[in-house]
């Protein structure tokens, strides 16, 4: 920045909470205010608010973890689906040999056999009636054979899918061989990643016991114990920022939860967050620090943090009292957060001060005027 001249070396005047120096004035040329680029900003009333951190741990979310339970007794022939890996809705993950499943499918193959031969006897029968050769008697009776064999045909499907038995493998069964007949699929119900296995080659499964745990990460919780004191301050939908050290990454997170009721020894209460987690990189069980806004306060002359420097050990700023002409005042603050700060004195609201690349607007000063 070039110095182009210097009014004033007029004598101190005193404002509220503050004192300007002897020589507080600094005019730039043109050219040197447009390399510096001192972007400048009004002052007038501003909100501070107050934050804390707290740390945290990422969960799964268990409104999105699926149990995947098999519904038939059976010996695990295969096991094709580990711990970790992602599955999507449909998937195979493990093929069991079960009596109860071949009987039941059994039956299916034989009542599908008995609607198509139900089937093609109404159909003959229709066309005999149609050219007059039959009686309207005997269609109706093929009509009514047809429609009961259909329904007993379907109630057998449906005590396969109370198995578990997946559409596709029940119409796939009548052209399936006899002896994949005993063995029952376990398909994945939900897209997610597993996290939890308790199956293995070989082993006696019971009915009804859950074999595998899946999670959908597209989401996760971000549990954190608040203490009462902060409670008040905070309310469910509200957003808080959640970073990791470890990622060094930040997300932000919405309040769905807190609870009624506090830790007698630790005087906190369980919050939860729900995060986003598309890619994959927040993971249950990581630590994290939540910044939660506690308290929020309507200051009457509020600057932004960037605007202030330090001369001579107190805390200043650079009005533009004119354009490429600056003045050095000094300032009394008060209290602040990370992007405002309070002042208490020294500069009023509707002052110009400079809030961008007020480091370099310093070291000119210093180097020309002195500190």
């Not at 999507?88 to 609607?115: C, F, N, R, T, V």
């Amino acid at each position: 920045v070039t110095v182009v001249a210097f009014i004033g070396c007029k004598s101190a005047k005193k404002s509220s909470g503050g004192e300007e120096p002897k020589k507080s004035f600094m005019q730039l040329s043109e050219a040197a205010v447009k390399r510096g680029g001192f972007a400048t900003q009004v002052v007038a009333s501003g909100l501070i608010e107050r934050r804390v951190q707290l740390q945290g741990h990422i969960k799964a979310n268990e409104d999105n973890v699926t149990s995947v339970v098999s519904h038939v007794g059976g010996v695990a022939l295969t096991v094709t689906s580990q711990l970790g890996a992602r599955v999507k809705k449909g998937d195979p993950m493990a093929e069991l040999q079960s009596k109860e499943m071949g009987q039941a499918q059994l039956e299916y193959i034989g009542l599908h056999s008995k609607m198509s031969f139900a089937y093609n006897l109404l159909k003959i029968e229709q066309g005999i009636y149609n050219k007059k050769i039959g009686t309207k008697v005997a269609y109706i009776k093929a009509r009514a054979e047809f429609d009961r064999a259909v329904m007993a045909k379907d109630l057998a499907a449906q005590k396969l899918k109370l198995l578990g038995v997946a559409d596709t493998d029940i119409n796939n069964l009548p052209s399936r061989p006899k002896d994949k007949l005993t063995v029952y699929v376990l398909r994945a119900p939900v897209d997610g990643v597993i996290i939890k296995k308790s199956i293995a080659r070989g082993e006696m499964v019971n009915s009804d016991r859950v074999v595998f745990t899946l999670a959908n990460l597209n989401t996760v919780w971000f549990d954190i114990m608040v203490p009462v004191q902060y409670l008040g301050a905070i309310k469910p939908r509200d957003e808080v920022a959640v970073y990791s050290g470890k990622l060094q990454k930040t997300v932000t997170g919405k309040i769905t939860y807190i609870s009624p009721t506090a830790d007698t020894q630790t005087r906190s209460a369980l919050v939860r967050l729900l995060l986003p987690n598309e890619k994959g990189l927040w993971r249950p069980g990581l630590c994290a620090m939540g910044e939660f806004t506690v308290k929020k306060q309507q200051v009457a002359v509020v600057v932004p943090q960037t605007s202030l420097v330090r001369i001579g050990g107190k805390p200043a700023v650079f009005v533009q009292v004119k354009p490429r002409s600056y003045q050095l005042k000094y300032v009394v603050l008060g209290e602040g957060d990370k992007v405002n700060a309070g002042i208490r004195g020294g500069i009023n609201a509707g002052e110009v001060v400079v809030t961008a690349n007020v480091i370099a607007l310093k070291g000119e000063w210093l180097a020309t005027m002195g500190d």
